[in-house]
């Protein structure tokens, strides 16, 4: 069983839409949730961090933890064509000395 | 702001070379990743490490070393560069917080 796994994508929505891009993770004891944003041919770039149950919102994003569940999201409001990336989902494992756990990524069309 | 850099943005070598890719943080970081990346298997974590002098091996680190004789430095070798290896490469850091901040990349092509 994969550490991390996300939605296999594409995903593909219309401008003004709310995107929703899910993940699971098999470690339970895992405490830190991040989910970043890749744009085609650079870096990724982290857009929300979480690590309590619950909702924590930030512009037009909203991350969702429920660790019952071993499930995070995020909701993008609003969406737009810049929104159009590569969302990863990462992860922490107990004490693994500062290491992340990626997703292999949701690619987010979001078409005017 | 967090800055990471990496040495090259494109780097074209020839198969059974030594290649050095090198990674600078300025943010006082503790840890610090090599991972690659290849279209449809994700990130892959190469190596990382949390101090200076000290290195973890991560999921694919055959082929690969590292060193890191400063805080702020990590440098990945390629040995032998073989084909196989062409590939994006990017570094990160973190802090205690766990958020990594990521380089722009290094595009290697092996030829």
């Known amino acids: 069983q994969k550490e991390v796994e996300q939605n296999s994508g594409p995903l593909s929505v219309p401008e003004g839409a709310i995107a929703s891009l899910n993940c699971t993770y098999s470690?339970?004891?895992?405490?830190?949730f991040f989910w970043y944003r890749q744009y085609s041919g650079k870096s990724p770039e982290l857009i929300m961090s979480?690590?309590?149950?619950g909702d924590k919102e930030d512009g037009r994003f909203t991350a969702q933890l429920n660790k019952a569940s071993q499930y995070v999201s995020l909701l993008i409001r609003d969406s737009q064509p810049s929104d159009s990336a590569t969302y990863l989902c990462a992860v922490t494992r107990g004490s693994t000395l500062g290491r992340l756990y990626f997703g292999r990524g949701t690619q987010l069309t979001v078409w005017p | 702001d967090v800055k990471v850099t990496q040495s090259s943005r494109y780097l074209v070598k020839r198969t059974g070379e030594k290649v050095f890719l090198e990674c600078v943080q300025d943010?006082?970081?503790?840890?610090m990743f090599w991972y690659r990346q290849d279209p449809g298997l994700g990130l892959r974590l190469i190596y990382f490490?949390?101090?200076?002098?000290?290195?973890e091996k991560g999921d694919i680190p055959e082929g690969y070393s590292v060193s890191r004789e400063k805080k702020e430095r990590f440098s990945l070798i390629l040995e032998s560069a073989s084909t196989n290896q062409t590939s994006m490469y990017l570094c990160a850091s973190s802090s205690s917080s766990g958020t990594q901040y990521f380089g722009p990349g290094t595009r290697l092509t092996v030829l």
């Open positions: 490490s949390y101090d200076v002098k000290m290195k």
């Open positions: 979480i690590y309590s149950n």
């Open positions: 943010m006082d970081h503790e840890n």
């Open positions: 470690d339970r004891v895992s405490q830190s």
